[in-house]
């Protein structure tokens, strides 16, 4: 098995599991107005995680907020 090396057939299967299974979001944040939101990005050990925690518990506040 080679590391770090990766197949053309690899990449191929990479790029079509992607495209039928994800999105990809960006953001761009000034360093002067978010240097809040940066900085705590950067504390974080999981980022990915950290916003789709932060996400879900919105989803459930505002699911929570139109039961009622």
């Known amino acids: 098995m080679s590391w770090g090396i990766t197949s053309e057939c690899q990449v191929r299967a990479q790029a079509k599991y992607d495209k039928e299974h994800t999105v990809r979001y960006s ?16 504390g974080q050990r999981n980022f990915q995680g950290a916003v789709k925690e932060l996400i879900r518990k ?3 506040r505002e699911k929570e907020q139109a039961s009622v």
Do not use: G
């Not at 953001?27 to 939101?37: A, F, P, Q, R, S």
């Open 27 to 42: 953001l761009k944040l000034n360093i002067k107005t978010d240097k809040d939101i940066i900085q705590w990005t950067w």
């Open 58 to 60: 919105e989803i459930a």
